[in-house]
Nanobody, 123 residues
């Protein structure tokens, strides 16, 4: 079992920055994929970025490339999302998620989710 707790959300003006954190408890992580998703009001949840915990390989959705950076602190079991050059379209609830690499290979879905943290960007 993996438990995820997000923090770091808040309100910021366009052009500003925020750093989200996702604390992980439970199983060890070397063979897990961790990701950030977001859901804006009235829209479906969408993928933002992911990181392979063991090797550190990252993947980003096009709309955040060059603005957001995903990283992890293996010693403290925390995943981060550094968000720069924020705009109003980034307003959403941000969720962290996790899945074992073998499960992801079979289903493409994430098994564990945090409760979400609100990010609000004002124009």
């Amino acid at each position: 079992q993996v438990e995820l707790v997000e923090s770091g959300g808040g309100s910021v003006q366009a052009g500003g920055s925020l750093r989200l954190s996702c604390g992980v408890s439970g199983r060890t992580l070397p063979h897990y994929i961790m990701a950030w998703f977001r859901q804006a009001p009235g829209k479906e949840r969408e993928f933002v970025a992911r990181i392979n915990w063991g090797g550190g390989t990252t993947v980003y959705e096009d709309f955040v490339k060059g603005r957001f950076t995903i990283s992890r602190d293996s010693a403290n079991k925390i995943m981060y999302l550094q968000m720069d050059s924020l705009n109003a379209e980034d307003t959403a609830v941000y969720y962290c998620a996790a899945v074992h690499v073998s499960s992801y290979a079979q289903s493409g879905r994430y098994d564990y989710w945090g409760q979400g943290t609100q990010v609000t960007v004002s124009p």
